[in-house]
């Protein structure tokens, strides 16, 4: 094989992992960036999905949450 192969095979597996990384940093509910934790289940959330009162995920009560911030984020 040549050695271009193995290198396009790196990056369109960096390109998947970069995906999945930026896909887990957003609201397991509706997708918008995440931004809060909801500590009795441990599922991120959006700020609009933290102010309800079960996860829409797992249907557990949201008694107290916790803000995330990801390094990309301003």
Sequence with gaps: Y???YF?????EELQRE??????????KACGA??????KGCGHLMC????KMLLCKLCASQIK???????SHQN
Excluded: Y
């Design 2 to 4: 040549h050695s271009f």
């Design 7 to 11: 290198i396009s095979l790196d990056l």
């Design 18 to 27: 970069n995906v999945e990384l930026r896909n887990m940093m957003l609201c």
């Design 33 to 38: 960036p995440a931004t809060c934790i909801n």
């Design 47 to 50: 700020f609009a999905c933290c």
């Design 64 to 70: 107290e949450v916790a803000n995330v911030k990801f």
